[in-house]
């Protein structure tokens, strides 16, 4: 059974970092896709980073300077989002999914087939 659950969230204040976890399991394929996407209040969900699991592609929506920072551990059971310098903007529940088994990963939401519940990011200034 395919099962991803996302944690670390919480409040911290403006400038803060967080590191947010997405523990998975189940996924049989030889590659797959990991999106992290986030709903602010009153928006639309949006794609924030994504990491194949061979670690050959990543990217994220601050195209790589450091605002935010994808990966994954050693075993490959956890995908990680750094998030760095935080801003109110950034206050929103994150979502970990799975696109299994793509040839290139994707931004659109669509595309991720298993979403995790979220976690909730409060940022105050």
């Known amino acids: 059974q395919q099962h991803v659950a996302e944690s670390g969230g919480g409040s911290v204040q403006a400038g803060g970092s967080l590191k947010l976890s997405c523990a998975h399991s189940g996924f049989t394929e030889e590659r797959n896709c990991f999106g992290w996407f986030r709903q602010s209040p009153g928006k639309e969900r949006e794609w924030v980073a994504y990491?194949?699991?061979?670690?050959?592609?990543?990217y994220d929506r601050d195209s790589g300077r450091g605002r935010f920072a994808v990966s994954q551990d050693l075993a490959k059971t956890t995908v990680y989002l750094q998030i760095n310098r935080l801003k109110p903007e950034d206050t929103g529940i994150y979502y970990c999914a799975v696109d299994p088994g793509p040839w290139i990963c994707g931004v659109e939401s669509k595309y991720y087939r298993v979403w995790g519940k979220g976690t909730q990011v409060t940022v105050s200034s």
């Open positions: 990491i194949r699991s061979d670690d050959e592609e990543k």
